[in-house]
């Protein structure tokens, strides 16, 4: 029995509701479940609570849905180029949970393993570790850090099979697997989706982990930022 399912809105709409928890796959605007995000958009719902690790760019990826005032939380480890994020936070209309980048993966691989929480020397003697327990261990200071279960897992793949495994591309891997382990429920979104199954030496997130997958729709994927240098000009060119 195939997991694909053809609109991702239905595939979204049937697992949201206002107030939960969602995790969502990417680094700024590599590897995003775009299609995904749009149709949490598309939804409607309101008061939820963001784990990503960033909320992309103003109009792009998860900055839609901060435009479409649909978030109260956000846990991510760094604000990013989100003048909108920025500024709600700023203005306090937004709850910012900063976690450090490393911490933030271990916690959501901790939540998909079933580990409640784990003890880390990151952020000791700063705001983050504020209010959460210590521990020392041979003479050194650790916080705890809990675990993080989501209720919906969105991420996007370079390729999907029958069964939900998945495969991801290069640096699209980046916080996709992570996520996807970290949901109760995962809908995923894949380039191209087989009719059969991927080579068990090419699964990186394996099915149990998903619930529903959809085909990404084609378009050009966005750059957050473009840093290149001037192509050098060929002796004799527009001589």
């Not at 709850?95 to 916690?107: K, N, Y």
């Not at 705890?144 to 991420?155: K, P």
């Not at 991801?168 to 697997?177: I, K, L």
Request: negative net charge; contains cysteine; aromatic residues 6%.
């Amino acid at each position: 029995m195939t997991k694909q399912v053809a609109d991702p809105g239905a595939a979204v709409a049937a697992r949201v509701w206002d107030g939960m928890t969602i995790a969502v796959g990417g680094f700024g605007l590599c590897g995003i479940p775009r299609d995904l995000i749009e149709a949490v958009r598309g939804s409607g719902v309101r008061d939820l609570t963001i784990v990503s690790n960033n909320m992309g760019i103003d109009g792009k990826g998860l900055g839609l849905l901060l435009e479409n005032n649909q978030v109260s939380k956000v846990v991510a480890s760094y604000v990013g180029e989100n003048r909108l994020f920025a500024q709600q936070y700023l203005d306090g209309v937004l709850e910012v949970e900063f976690c450090p980048q490393g911490t933030l993966a271990e916690r959501l691989r901790a939540g998909g393993s079933g580990i409640a929480g784990f003890f880390t020397r990151t952020g000791v003697g700063t705001e983050v570790a504020e209010g959460k327990p210590h521990q020392v261990f041979d003479g050194v200071t650790y916080v705890l850090e809990r675990g993080i279960v989501a209720d919906l897992a969105l991420v996007h793949a370079a390729v999907a099979d029958a069964e939900g495994n998945l495969r991801y591309r290069a640096t699209a891997r980046n916080f996709n697997p992570l996520v996807a382990m970290s949901g109760r429920a995962c809908v995923a979104e894949a380039e191209q989706v087989l009719d059969g199954f991927l080579d068990p030496d090419e699964v990186m997130t394996p099915g149990i982990f998903v619930d529903a997958t959809v085909v990404a729709s084609d378009r050009p994927k966005d750059i957050e930022q473009r840093v290149v240098r001037p192509r050098p000009v060929a002796a004799g060119v527009g001589a």
